[in-house]
């Protein structure tokens, strides 16, 4: 079955970098994602990585990607205050891009200054 | 380039009514998503539309709901009657065609039951 999971709460210190996993069952997935939402707000794309990468880096996010262990893994580098929100993890499943997001069930980071 | 739209964005009910979203997608994209997301989980896909098409409602309780996407432009979500356990928030996103399939979301609905 189709299944992603996530740690539901991370608290680091601002200026310290911050490590958000997730773990996901379809093993065919092309593309995994990391969204972030902020209260009362949708859904953001912060990054995402095809199937065939192991490393993804963007500014202060660094995506790593595990496909024999099927974990990925999101890194925040400096993290800030701002980056307080929810994180949620999400694969495509099956071999074709079909257009349907499995999602976690979201980690709730906390910075504290 | 505005985002997607969604109205209301908040919306309170007696059980047993019906109620009615509105999303309007970011313009130029063909792939409109209606998701619900619960109190502390991820979201969850309701339907996925290509044009007015929908190709997937596979998760849709279509004893009580319903959705439409007349012109492949805008589209309702619909839930008649509704039970208390339809509170959640109600979110749209939309994509083009393409790889990366990245979805573009709302800021949802949050429909609260009574």
Redesign the interface.
């Known amino acids: 079955g189709e299944d992603?999971e996530q740690s539901l709460f991370l608290s680091v210190r601002e200026g310290d970098s911050s490590v958000i996993n997730c773990t996901y069952t379809d093993s065919s997935s092309t593309?995994l994602y990391w969204?972030k939402q902020e209260p009362?707000?949708?859904?953001?794309?912060l990054t995402?990585i095809?199937s065939n990468m192991d490393m993804k880096q963007d500014q202060r996010l660094t995506v790593l990607l595990n496909k024999k262990d099927k974990h990925l893994s999101l890194r925040i580098a400096d993290t800030q205050t701002g980056d307080s929100a929810i994180y949620?993890c999400?694969e495509?499943p099956g071999s074709s891009?079909?257009?349907?997001?499995i999602?976690?069930?979201?980690t709730t980071l906390q910075v504290k200054p | 380039e505005a985002g997607?739209v969604q109205s209301p964005r908040y919306k309170i009910i007696e059980k047993k009514q019906p109620v009615a979203f509105w999303c309007n997608p970011i313009s130029g994209h063909n792939?409109l998503?209606w998701y619900l997301q619960n109190l502390?989980?991820?979201?969850?896909?309701l339907i996925?539309y290509e044009n007015e098409e929908a190709v997937?409602d596979s998760q849709l309780p279509k004893d009580r709901f319903s959705a439409e996407r007349l012109k492949g432009v805008d589209s309702t979500l619909k839930i008649q009657p509704a039970e208390l356990g339809d509170s959640a928030v109600y979110?749209c996103?939309s994509?083009s065609a393409g790889?990366?399939?990245?979805?573009?979301?709302?800021?949802?609905t949050r429909l609260t039951v009574l």
Request: charged share 15%.
């Open positions: 992603v593309y969204y009362g707000a949708g859904l953001q794309l995402y095809f949620f999400a495509t891009n079909t257009g349907k997001l999602f976690g069930q979201g | 997607v792939t998503y502390g989980q991820g979201p969850e896909l996925r997937d979110l996103a994509s790889g990366d399939n990245e979805q573009f979301f709302g800021p949802g």
